[in-house]
């Protein structure tokens, strides 16, 4: 994969393996896409998360976090009217870090650094808690939204579930960015369980949380 990556600015955080739609309704994000078609191959992009933002004229000017994650387009929905994207299916692959950002052109180019993942200290036995506390939370999600958050077989590498589980959960965007940058498997699965155990905490408390529906790729993250 091309360490030189087109960005689309997105209002979430993407995760490996994640596959989900995104409007474009911004002239940068639909430049990145009529650009990809036009050149032919793997429709493949950098998803970075906004901090926040402004709108100055035709430009979107924005302040990203320095960690996201490349992702293949895989559908594009067009306008009837002027043939524009207005939604793409993002699959999430590889994480990266921007190591530096080009805005000359019509849209931010941005060469990045790959991250590798690492599965830290006791995977194994942390996904075993994650996954009892995920189940609790699933069950509790459930209970308060219908249809609740329902989500077959959890999968074994430790890697991929604590990618699925950062995904499904109703966060605000700096904790899934936290789970995205996360320095290795276990880390990510420790700030799992807290959240979640916060998360319990606050559905026990003030039961009001949307249902949830997230489609999922078996590929592998990195």
């Known amino acids: 994969m091309d360490s030189r990556l087109p960005l689309l600015t997105v209002d979430t955080v993407i995760f490996p393996g994640?596959?989900?739609?995104?409007?474009?309704?911004d002239v940068q994000g639909r430049a990145v896409v009529r650009d990809l078609v036009e050149n032919g191959g793997e429709l493949v992009?950098?998803?970075l998360a906004v901090r926040d933002g402004y709108e100055l004229g035709e430009r979107v000017f924005r302040s990203l976090y320095g960690t996201g994650c490349a992702a293949t387009i895989s559908e594009i929905t067009l306008d009837a009217d002027d043939d524009g994207p207005v939604e793409i299916t993002l699959t999430g692959n590889r994480r990266f870090k921007v190591a530096e950002?080009?805005?000359?052109?019509?849209?931010?180019?941005?060469?990045?650094?790959?991250?590798?993942e690492s599965l830290g200290d006791d995977p194994l036995g942390t996904a075993t808690i994650a996954i009892d506390r995920f189940r609790r939370y699933a069950a509790a999600v459930t209970e308060i939204s219908r249809p609740g958050l329902h989500i077959a077989d959890l999968p074994d590498d430790p890697s991929t579930l604590s990618y699925l589980m950062s995904a499904a959960m109703t966060l605000i965007t700096p904790d899934r960015q936290k789970l995205l940058e996360a320095e290795d498997t276990t880390?990510?699965?420790?700030?799992?369980?807290?959240?979640?155990?916060?998360?319990?905490?606050?559905?026990?408390?003030?039961?009001?949380?949307?249902?949830?529906?997230?489609?999922?790729s078996t590929m592998a993250p990195n």
Not at 18 to 25: A, N
Not at 101 to 116: K, N
Request: glycine residues 8%; aromatic residues 6%; negative net charge.
């Open 187 to 216: 880390s990510r699965l420790v700030q799992l369980v807290g959240l979640i155990d916060t998360e319990l905490t606050a559905i026990a408390a003030l039961p009001s949380l949307p249902a949830i529906d997230i489609s999922w």
């Open 45 to 47: 992009c950098g998803a």
């Open 101 to 116: 950002l080009d805005g000359s052109g019509d849209y931010l180019v941005a060469d990045v650094e790959w991250m590798v």
């Open 18 to 25: 994640l596959v989900l739609p995104i409007p474009v309704t």
